[in-house]
């Protein structure tokens, strides 16, 4: 309870406990999906039945240049996440609206942007938040 309520108190109006509940039953319709962990969330987010996005919406797959290793291998869902970029585009390019919108990007390491983000901070319209401190050794 303690983290629900950190997060209410940023501004959360729903908190999934991805431990405990499968988001994909418990929200409906939504216009956007940002997915940082595709390997994980891909197949449930736009699985037909699921409904988690509504036909117009956009479900926008972060690629991110450190993605998660198993076995030293990057843990991706493959082929199912090329078939899924072909199939969105492919039905929106003659069908648009039957579909949730596929886009992709690619996370790289950039000073340049983390120059913008410490602009936003030092303006005061990002507020960072703390969650846990690590030890460096």
């Known amino acids: 309870k303690p983290k629900e309520n950190f ?14 509940q499968d988001f994909s039953k418990v929200i409906r319709n939504y216009d ?50 090329l078939r899924n970029l072909i199939k969105h585009k492919f039905v929106n390019l003659f069908f648009k609206g039957w579909i949730p919108q596929y886009h992709q990007i690619i996370v790289q390491p950039s000073g340049e942007k983390l120059a913008q983000v410490y602009n936003h901070l030092k303006k005061g319209e990002v507020r960072p ?9």
């Open 32 to 81: 956007a999906v940002l997915d940082t962990m595709s390997f994980a969330y891909e197949k449930a987010t736009l699985s037909q039945g699921a409904n988690v996005l509504n036909q117009n919406a956009h479900y926008l797959n972060i690629l991110s240049s450190d993605s998660k290793l198993v076995n030293g291998k990057e843990k991706s869902l493959g082929f199912l996440t």
């Open 129 to 137: 938040v703390i969650d846990k401190v690590f030890p460096l050794s």
């Open 7 to 20: 997060l209410k108190s940023l501004g959360c109006d729903l908190v999934i406990d991805y431990k405990t």
